[in-house]
């Protein structure tokens, strides 16, 4: 089954709006992370959240977390162009041990 | 600091043909290493991860098989190219135990004429 399921596939703000992007998975995980990927270029990872977990920062990333509904957001706040990527939502499960399972990312495109 | 060195950038193919990729992490011991595709657009699909020299785990059946001679070294071949094997190759190492990220190269566009 498909997990870490994106949503919106593509989204598109002006500078300095803040961007959401959400992702919903289907089995019990014991972590969820997130990437962004540049054009061309590897993944590079940005948060990690733990089950056990319902929030989290970094800079102007803002992840939650809801086991109850299995999904996740992703807010990043004042975005810049250079915030321009896909951004991919990532689990492992109780039983995947250090595999992830990817989802199909939201494309942002952050306007000047 | 460790580093991740993947090649080459972009390989083009034809049909039939071999495939050797190659994939070397540096600064850093036993990691998991992992070989995943990515269609245009699409998210990772893995297609093969290593927990140790020699010990190769099969995700998807395909046209591909994974090698790992050595602990920091990680090879992705093919004998006979498919068209349905081009796409975009990521390589990804991670230390060994769940909860911590993968940090991946920079990836190999293969293209198959």
């Known amino acids: 089954s498909q997990q870490g399921e994106e949503d919106p596939q593509a989204l598109s703000i002006q500078e300095g709006e803040n961007a959401t992007m959400n992702c919903s998975y289907k089995?019990?995980?014991?972590?969820l992370q997130w990437y962004r990927q540049n054009s061309g270029r590897g993944l590079v990872h940005l948060i990690l959240?733990?089950?056990?977990?319902r929030e989290k920062h970094s800079g102007r990333l803002r992840v939650t977390l809801d086991t109850s509904k299995k999904s996740s957001s992703l807010l990043i706040t004042a975005s810049r162009a250079a915030d321009t990527a896909s951004y991919f939502c990532?689990?492992?499960?109780?039983?995947?041990?250090?595999?992830?399972?990817f989802g199909e990312g939201t494309q942002l495109t952050v306007n000047p | 600091s460790q580093t991740i060195h993947q090649w080459p950038a972009t390989l083009v193919q034809p049909v039939g043909s071999p495939l050797s990729l190659e994939c070397t992490v540096e600064?850093?011991?036993?990691?998991?290493l992992y070989w995943y595709r990515q269609a245009a657009g699409r998210g990772l699909q893995l297609l093969f991860y290593s927990v140790g020299i020699g010990q190769i785990s099969s995700e998807v059946p395909q046209n591909l098989s994974a090698s790992r001679p050595q602990d920091r070294q990680f090879i992705l071949s093919s004998k006979k190219l498919l068209l349905s094997d081009s796409g975009f190759y990521l390589c990804a190492w991670s230390v060994l135990y769940s909860n911590q990220p993968q940090h991946f190269g920079d990836g190999t566009r293969l293209s198959i004429l």
């Open positions: 089995t019990s995980i014991n972590n």
């Open positions: 959240i733990r089950s056990n977990e």
């Open positions: 600064g850093t011991s036993n990691p998991n």
């Open positions: 990532a689990t492992d499960g109780e039983t995947s041990g250090s595999r992830l399972t």
